[in-house]
């Protein structure tokens, strides 16, 4: 059996603070923002409240959470593994963990030539 690899994960502390947020907004989804308002930070909704479009491909899911990103930005991180973490300090001004003391930051590294090998055969799904 072929083994598998992701593009994203989480860390413990980003766990927590999706499971808090779940508890109180339901379902939510993450979306990697690409530098406007917020800067370049990944942006917690909840499910539903932010249009996904056909210039959004859908990163992975981790912690039962769907993490998208814009398809053009993508293309300069496609090569990266992303592991989504939560730090003290204030997060983004649209983003549900705004107000909690908490935010959520990326931290990325290259993939290994056997992670690239399985993930080139695995493309991203495209939105909209």
């Known amino acids: 059996m072929e083994k598998t690899f992701t593009r994203i994960d989480t860390t ?7 499971d808090s ?4 907004y339901g379902e939510i989804i993450f979306h990697q923002s690409g530098g406007c ?8 909704y909840p ?14 899911i981790t912690h039962g959470v769907h993490f998208y990103m814009g398809a053009s930005q993508f293309s300069y991180w496609e090569h990266t593994h992303l592991t ?17 003391g ?14 690239w ?9 495209q939105c909209g």
Do not use: W
Request: aromatic share 8%; net charge negative; hydrophobic share 35%.
């Open 37 to 44: 308002c917020d800067g370049s930070a990944p942006m917690c």
């Open 117 to 125: 090998a399985y993930l080139s055969r695995h493309p991203v799904k």
């Open 12 to 18: 413990e502390a980003a766990n927590k603070l999706i």
């Open 84 to 100: 989504l973490d939560a730090i003290p300090g204030n997060g983004g001004q649209f983003s549900l963990e705004n107000g909690t």
């Open 47 to 60: 499910k539903g409240e932010f249009y996904l479009g056909g210039s959004d491909v859908e990163v992975g």
């Open 102 to 115: 908490m935010r959520f930051i990326i931290r990325s590294r290259l993939y290994s030539d056997e992670e």
């Open 21 to 24: 947020l779940k508890e109180k």
